[in-house]
């Protein structure tokens, strides 16, 4: 485990988790309405969703190994055998293409758009980094699903008015 800030912790690293943490079952959050206060229905969707740039990309993993400090403490045990190790694990780790989104970008559409996303975490101190939450996309994704949802609708019903008019003049017009 690793922490970078105060009430932080990370678990496993970039080298030896292989991207993998977690076990059985989905990683609960609690959701429960009677600790909820000043509760609002205005979480952005398609505005939100469709100002996202999904990337793939490579994680220099001793960059971030370095920015930690993880590299300087294996470094410092001087066990051969260890940092052979280590070495092969970094590149290993730097040339798998990851899927995602980069969290100053997806910051930055946030305050655009005057949403206070919950899943993006800035750095509270020197040793933090950004992180990001998916599962926090989950309600920007309903509610753009919500408002596509309505303007189909809008369409659909548009488009019903253009049919009966169509229909009313071929029966008028023949």
Known sequence: AYTG???A???GNLTNNNGLTGGYGAW???SDARFKRDVRADVPGLAFIMGL?????????RAY???TG???RVDERGDHEEMADYAQA???MSARRQTGFIAQEV???AQALGFAFSGVHRPTEPTDHYTIGYEQFVAPLVKAVQEQQEQFEAIRMEQQIIRRRCALLNTTGS
């Open 107 to 109: 910051d930055s559409l």
């Open 70 to 72: 993880r590299a300087a």
């Open 65 to 67: 190994d370095l920015f």
């Open 9 to 11: 912790i990370r678990i």
């Open 28 to 30: 609960q959050n609690l």
């Open 5 to 7: 800030a105060s009430n």
């Open 90 to 92: 970094v590149e290993e």
């Open 53 to 61: 740039r999904p990337v793939t990309y490579q994680y220099d993993a």
